[in-house]
C-alpha cells in the first residue's frame, strides 16, 4: 500500500517518465514495408514454396534483430559528420558495406530462428539444401539485406548533423532523447521477440495443416510486422513495464 509504482508519484500522480513511441519517418517506413515484402514478393511472383517463404521471413526476423541492436544508440556515438559522407558514392558504399555485415550475422542469426521450420519440414520431405541454392531465395535475401542496411543508413543520416571534414565526432547537437531511445530500443526487441514466437505457430500452421492457410497466413504474418514497423505505438500499449525502465 505504502509502496510506489514505477512511473507514479507518492500521491499517486503520473510523471513524465513513460515514452512516447516515435513513428518512422516515410523514408524509413517504404523501406520496411519493401523488406517484408520480399518473402510474399518471392512466393507469389518469383514461384516460391512455403518453405522458402518461411526460411526468408526468418531471415527477415533476425535483420530486424539486427537493426534494432545496431541502430541502439550510445552516449559515445558521433554527432557530426563530414559532409562527404552525405555524398551519393559515399551513402552507397556505406549501404553496400553495412547490408554485408547485416546478411553475414543476420544468416547466423536465423538459424535457429528458423529451426521450427526446418525440422517441421524435414518430416515433411523438404529439402532445404537445394532450397538454399535457388534464385527465388538468394535474390530476395540479398535485396532485405540491402534494404535493411538502407534503413540504418536513413536512421544514421536522421541522428547526425553534417559538420566540419575529417573524423566524427560530438561537435552537434544531439538530435532526439538517447534515454528514450534506448527505452524504445527495449521495447522494440520486446516486439520483435513476440513476432518470432508468433513465427513458430505460423511454421506449424503452414507446413502440418496447409489448405487456407497457405494463402491466408503469409499475408497475414506480412501485414503483421509491417504494422509493428509502421505503428510502434502498439508495443508501448502491449509491453508498458518494458518502456518504463531504463
Not at 559538420?163 to 566524427?168: I, K, L, V
Amino acid at each position: 500500500m505504502g509502496k510506489n509504482r514505477p512511473g507514479s508519484t507518492s500521491r499517486g500522480v503520473a510523471t513524465t517518465t513513460a515514452v512516447v513511441a516515435e513513428r518512422p519517418s516515410p523514408a524509413r517506413l517504404a523501406v520496411s514495408i519493401g523488406r517484408h515484402a520480399l518473402p510474399l514478393v518471392s512466393l507469389y511472383v518469383l514461384h516460391g514454396t512455403i518453405a522458402s517463404f518461411l526460411l526468408l521471413t526468418a531471415f527477415n526476423l533476425a535483420l530486424g534483430l539486427m537493426l534494432i541492436v545496431g541502430t541502439t544508440r550510445e552516449t559515445s556515438d558521433p554527432t557530426s559528420v563530414d559532409p562527404r559522407s552525405r555524398w551519393a558514392v559515399m551513402r552507397l558504399i556505406a549501404v553496400l558495406v553495412i547490408a554485408a555485415m547485416l546478411a553475414v550475422v543476420a544468416a547466423i542469426i536465423a538459424i535457429p530462428i528458423a529451426m521450427p521450420a526446418v525440422l517441421l519440414g524435414v518430416s515433411a520431405g523438404v529439402d532445404w539444401m537445394s532450397l538454399l541454392a535457388q534464385k527465388n531465395m538468394l535474390t530476395p535475401a540479398a535485396l532485405m539485406a540491402l534494404l535493411a542496411a538502407l534503413q540504418a543508413q536513413v536512421l544514421f543520416e536522421e541522428r547526425t548533423t553534417p559538420g566540419a571534414r575529417g573524423p566524427a565526432s560530438q561537435a552537434a547537437p544531439v538530435v532526439g532523447d538517447l534515454a528514450q531511445d534506448r527505452r524504445r530500443s527495449l521495447a522494440a526487441y520486446a516486439a520483435q521477440v513476440t513476432l518470432i514466437a508468433t513465427y513458430v505457430f505460423v511454421c506449424v500452421i503452414l507446413l502440418e495443416f496447409g489448405g487456407w492457410g497457405l494463402f491466408a497466413f503469409p499475408l497475414l504474418y506480412t501485414a503483421l510486422l509491417v504494422f509493428y514497423d509502421a505503428c510502434p505505438d502498439i508495443a508501448q500499449r502491449i509491453f508498458p513495464e518494458l518502456w518504463r525502465r531504463t
